[in-house]
């Protein structure tokens, strides 16, 4: 039994985005094999859950930033597609019959904002600090805490408790107490951890994340 409990919690590279709506379904804990054999941005093109993203790195032209020796946390195309409803919420309020779409994200905000994804260093699970997690800098000079934390999710099957991975973005000018049940703070799991590109390390995020954390007011 806890065999196959363990099965069910290991991410596989098919079931990246299954189930991927809901927060229920926490995947990661990495591949049997994480080895993508590609490249950051090649990796997002191949996989269509991910291909929404390397078109707007595209256009923002940061290939090689994502293609660095570095480490991405890859927002998918569930999150870009919560930005844009985020945007067209927003507009609606002044013209009911406003369009918008991923093409019409601006490339100045692209440039600014996709870099928050980016960690010069590369951050896997096993150097990862437990817990309270520690805070990054990312390419475009915000701050991320990143952590590893357990959950309470399977431990009557289980011997010891799983750990996932999660990125929180800070509310306000200063960090909120990592154990503060009223913090202000965004975390957001990872989905699937520790895919290694022949050049970095990917965690892809849950889709109920929103690009850049956008929110409409």
Same mark, same amino acid.
């Given at each position: 039994?806890?065999?196959?409990?363990?099965?069910?919690?290991?991410?596989?590279?098919?079931?990246?985005? @299954?189930?991927?709506?809901? =927060?229920?379904?926490?995947?990661?804990? #990495?591949?049997? &094999? *994480?080895?993508? $054999?590609?490249?950051?941005?090649?990796?997002?093109?191949?996989?269509?859950? /991910?291909?929404?993203?390397?078109?707007?790195?595209? !256009?923002? #032209?940061?290939?090689?930033?994502?293609?660095?020796?570095?480490?991405?946390?890859? *927002?998918?195309?569930?999150?870009?597609?919560?930005?844009?409803?985020?945007?067209?919420?927003?507009? !609606?309020?002044?013209? *009911?019959?406003?369009?918008?779409?991923?093409?019409?994200?601006?490339?100045?905000? /692209?440039?600014?904002?996709? $870099?928050?994804?980016?960690?010069?260093?590369?951050?896997?699970?096993?150097?990862?600090?437990?817990? +309270? =997690? !520690?805070?990054?800098?990312?390419? &475009?000079?915000?701050?991320?805490?990143?952590?590893?934390?357990?959950?309470?999710?399977?431990?009557?099957?289980?011997?010891?408790? *799983?750990?996932?991975?999660?990125?929180?973005?800070?509310?306000?000018?200063? %960090?909120?107490? %990592?154990?503060?049940?009223? @913090?202000?703070?965004?975390?957001?799991?990872?989905?699937?951890? &520790?895919?290694?590109?022949?050049? #970095?390390?990917?965690?892809? /995020? +849950? #889709?109920?994340?929103?690009?850049?954390?956008?929110?409409?007011?």
């Amino acid at each position: 039994m806890k065999n196959i409990a363990l099965t069910i919690i290991t991410a596989t590279l098919l079931s990246l985005c @299954s189930c991927d709506s809901s =927060g229920d379904y926490l995947e990661d804990g #990495g591949l049997s &094999n *994480p080895e993508v $054999g590609m490249s950051t941005v090649e990796f997002f093109r191949s996989h269509d859950q /991910l291909d929404t993203l390397a078109i707007l790195i595209d !256009r923002a #032209g940061m290939e090689e930033l994502f293609n660095s020796q570095n480490t991405v946390f890859a *927002p998918n195309n569930l999150s870009i597609r919560n930005y844009v409803n985020e945007i067209l919420t927003e507009m !609606r309020k002044e013209d *009911p019959q406003a369009e918008f779409t991923v093409n019409d994200i601006p490339v100045d905000t /692209l440039t600014t904002y996709l $870099g928050s994804y980016v960690f010069e260093e590369k951050i896997t699970r096993e150097n990862m600090t437990k817990e +309270q =997690g !520690r805070i990054y800098t990312a390419a &475009n000079g915000e701050e991320r805490r990143i952590s590893l934390e357990p959950t309470g999710a399977y431990e009557d099957q289980l011997d010891s408790r *799983p750990e996932y991975v999660y990125i929180t973005y800070k509310n306000g000018e200063e %960090w909120n107490d %990592w154990d503060d049940t009223n @913090s202000d703070d965004d975390k957001f799991a990872v989905k699937t951890s &520790n895919l290694i590109s022949t050049n #970095g390390i990917i965690h892809v /995020l +849950q #889709g109920e994340h929103t690009l850049f954390n956008y929110e409409s007011d």
